[in-house]
């Protein structure tokens, strides 16, 4: 069942650790407001895990970060290493069992991983260790990826060599956490799907999905890990394994269009600035007469002050957002939909009346909440709506980590661009032309994936098991 009031696409996952050389403050509370910073990257479940003399405190549950945590929570949780998650599912598997970071206890003491993303070879290595008696507690790639560098830890000596052993069995996007007693990895998969950032608090070295969530705590931004980096940290070392590093990366394109906080800087380019190039594109390659752009808050806003100032028409506030609405918030019929709708977002009049607006939103999937905010503002006394769009066209699903359903359920993929159109009941309709797309991030140090639009998948999304490490399972 759709989300009632926010036909979007969602990503997985927001990941935050840090190793705290200084012991200067209450590690899980510095965990705390780095997840809090990430909280629009997944508001199903969230957890933190504490690391104090090998032993592993972990608390972890079903909402957001605020719900999940008590005060009494995080100073009862000392230590040195930490990690966090915040999660949204994108399939069935909503239970607390799935919520993250898993932890296992085996021969070697106990190991700890949080993921941002997708294993697309997940079933496959699933069914082979079920096979050889392995049991799994939860339905996430996560505790697959913990088994495996669990049961590689045993054959080595260091658990960073364990983790590269692991690596090439991986098919898909991950950005991982993985903390030993005595360690805290960072990795990023060959191609850089999901990004995945370090800085620093003084001493102590801190990761996070995003730029964002450093400055939350008061880290300073000193990098990116790179596409296929291994990052090793230990109480007197610091040391980078590159063996899977390449010159091909491919950032998935959609954190700069909507998954991103704008705040944040990814791969060296300011997401704020990429979305306000998607609104000036949209401008120049979609002119209109109108008297005032307006953005579908939040994710349209950027492009809307882009479009605003490529075009010359007045950038305003048309749509108020009740801020106090969750994404679960579901209802089962069409009437309770549109309902759903104004209890989110609501018209501002005395703006809207009597004007032809520009409307920029980030994307379109099933396009049913976007006929309806339409029809908000013509209700609202808009004389026209002008919808413009700050990706093309969605036309295949995503195997790396996000939502986007099958093509049998995409608007594009159903209906013309002008039966799409004529459903939203707009006046002019147009997204951003894909030859464009990656124009919006000049400054970008990555490349990236486009497939949602082209259908050209950067790597291979089969679910099955590279020959070379079958008889390794």
């Known amino acids: 069942m759709q989300n009632a009031i926010d036909d979007k696409i969602h990503e997985e996952c927001g990941i935050f650790g840090i190793y705290d050389k200084s012991k200067a403050g209450n590690i899980a509370s510095t965990v705390y407001y780095g997840l809090f910073a990430l909280q629009h990257r997944g508001q199903e479940a969230a957890g933190i895990a504490v690391n104090h003399n090998r032993e592993i405190t972990l608390v972890r549950g079903l909402g957001l970060v605020s719900d999940v945590f008590k005060h009494k929570d995080l100073a009862s949780m000392q230590g040195d290493i930490a990690i966090g998650h915040v999660r949204y599912s994108s399939g069935p598997f909503k239970g607390v069992e799935n919520a993250q970071p898993i932890t296992v206890n085996y021969a070697k003491g106990n190991l700890t991983v949080a993921h941002n993303g997708n294993i697309t070879n997940s079933q496959a290595l699933r069914t082979a260790l079920e096979n050889q008696g392995a049991i799994f507690h939860s339905n996430n790639d996560s505790e697959i990826i913990c088994y495996l560098i669990a049961r590689e ?8 060599e364990a983790v590269a052993n692991v690596v090439p069995m991986l098919k898909g996007a991950f950005s991982l956490l993985v903390m030993s007693p005595t360690k805290l990895i960072a990795l990023r998969d060959p191609l850089g799907i999901r990004p995945l950032c370090m800085g620093y608090i003084n001493e102590s070295v801190v990761f996070a999905s995003e730029t964002c969530a450093l400055e939350t705590v008061g880290a300073k931004f000193e990098r990116d890990i790179k596409p296929g ?10 040391y980078s394994d590159m063996r899977f590093a390449t010159d091909k990366s491919a950032l998935c394109i959609f954190e700069h269009v909507y998954f991103a906080r704008p705040d944040s800087t990814i791969d060296n380019q300011s997401v704020n600035e990429a979305r306000m190039n998607a609104g000036k594109l949209l401008a120049m390659q979609y002119p209109v ?22 075009s010359g028409i007045p950038y305003g506030t048309g749509l108020i957002k009740n801020r106090y609405i969750g994404r679960t918030f579901i209802q089962p019929t069409q009437a309770m939909r549109e309902r759903s709708v104004a209890l989110k977002l609501n018209a501002l009049v005395s703006n809207v009346k009597g004007k032809r607006i520009v409307m920029i939103d ?9 006929k309806n905010i339409v029809k908000l503002l013509k209700n609202a006394g808009a004389t026209e709506v002008h919808v413009r769009i700050s990706s093309p066209k969605f036309l295949y699903p995503c195997f790396y980590g996000t939502d986007i359903p099958d093509r049998s359920c995409l608007a594009a993929v159903k209906w013309t661009e002008e039966e799409i159109r004529q459903n939203l009941d707009a ?13 919006i991030a000049p400054c970008s140090t990555a490349d990236f994936c486009t497939a949602c639009f082209d259908g050209k998948y950067p790597s291979c999304v089969d679910n099955t098991i590279d020959p070379q490490f079958i008889d390794k399972l």
Request: proline share 2%; hydrophobic share 40%; charged share 30%.
């Open 229 to 238: 980096e291994i990052l090793v940290v230990s109480k007197d070392d610091m």
């Open 427 to 439: 006046d002019t309709l147009g997204f951003l032309k894909l030859e464009s797309v990656k124009d």
């Open 153 to 160: 830890r045993l054959k080595c000596k260091t658990i960073e």
């Open 289 to 310: 007469d109108a008297d005032l752009v307006i953005g579908v808050p939040d994710s349209g806003l950027c492009s809307a002050i882009g479009y605003s100032a490529q």
């Open 362 to 370: 980030d994307s379109i999937v099933r396009g049913t909440t976007l």
